[in-house]
Nanobody, 126 residues
Framework: QVQLVESGGGSVQPGDSLRLSCAAS????????MGWFRQAPGKERDFVAA????????HYADSVKGRFTISRDANNNTVYLRTRALKPEDTAVYYC???????????????????WGQGTQITVSS
């Protein structure tokens, strides 16, 4: 089992930046992918970004490409999401997610991820 603990959310103004962190503990040797999703009120939980540990390749939703950056620290099993140029439409609960080996499941699908954090709120408002 893997436990995820997120931190770093907050209330900011449009154009500001925030960095989210997600620390994993437990059976972290099984982790092959780390990602972030977000869920706005009344909406589905949507893919934001992911990093594949085997290749260190990164993937982003079109809505955040160029503004958000996902990275990880292998030494402490932590994944980060640096957000910048935040917009009101980025307001949501952000969830960290991690998964093990998988074949054929799109990395943008929630089904690709087995472990989830508790969520951290980002509110962007003037």
């Amino acid at each position: 089992q893997v436990q995820l603990v997120e931190s770093g959310g907050g209330s900011v103004q449009p154009g500001d930046s925030l960095r989210l962190s997600c620390a994993a503990s437990g059976r972290t040797s099984s982790i092959m992918i780390m990602g972030w999703f977000r869920q706005a009120p009344g909406k589905e939980r949507d893919f934001v970004a992911a990093v594949l540990l085997s290749s260190e390749s990164t993937h982003y939703a079109d809505s955040v490409k160029g503004r958000f950056t996902i990275s990880r620290d292998a030494n402490n099993n932590t994944v980060y999401l640096r957000t910048r140029a935040l917009k009101p439409e980025d307001t949501a609960v952000y969830y960290c997610a991690m998964g093990g080996p998988s074949v054929g499941i799109n990395i943008r699908s929630r089904q690709r991820y087995r472990y989830w954090g508790q969520g951290t709120q980002i509110t962007v408002s003037s």
